[in-house]
């Protein structure tokens, strides 16, 4: 049974930082490509950060490109999402997915597995 686990989640300030983690078990995790997504109220679910099953390959949406970082320690099958300089659009539920291969992928219906969520909120 696969299981994907968020943690670190909370709020914080405008201008602060978050480290979101992702713990992965019931799969090879170093077989999948793992990506972040978010959702805001009202709001459908949109593509975040991805990482390739070896971290050589990492993209991001233009809205967080240079405040965040996505990263991987296979060794401890969990991925990581660095949050710096957050603002008030990135309050959302942070979700973590997996999806089998090495390509990357930014949208919903490529990702096979997904956790739970992590509440993040940005205060003005």
């Known amino acids: 049974q696969v299981q994907l686990v968020e943690s670190g989640g909370g709020l914080v300030q405008a201008g602060g930082s978050l480290r979101l983690s992702c713990a992965a078990s019931?799969?090879?995790?170093?077989?999948?490509?793992m990506g972040w997504f978010r959702q805001a109220p009202g709001k459908e679910r949109e593509f975040v950060a991805a990482i390739s099953w070896s971290a050589g390959s990492t993209t991001y949406s233009d809205s967080v490109k240079g405040r965040f970082t996505i990263s991987r320690d296979n060794a401890k099958n969990t991925v990581y999402l660095q949050m710096n300089s957050l603002k008030p659009e990135d309050t959302g539920v942070y979700y973590c997915?997996?999806?089998?291969?090495?390509?990357?992928?930014?949208?919903?219906?490529?990702?096979?597995?997904w956790g739970q969520g992590t509440q993040v909120t940005v205060s003005s």
């Open positions: 997915a997996a999806r089998w291969g090495s390509s990357l992928y930014a949208y919903t219906g490529a990702y096979e597995y």
């Open positions: 019931g799969l090879t995790f170093s077989s999948y490509a």
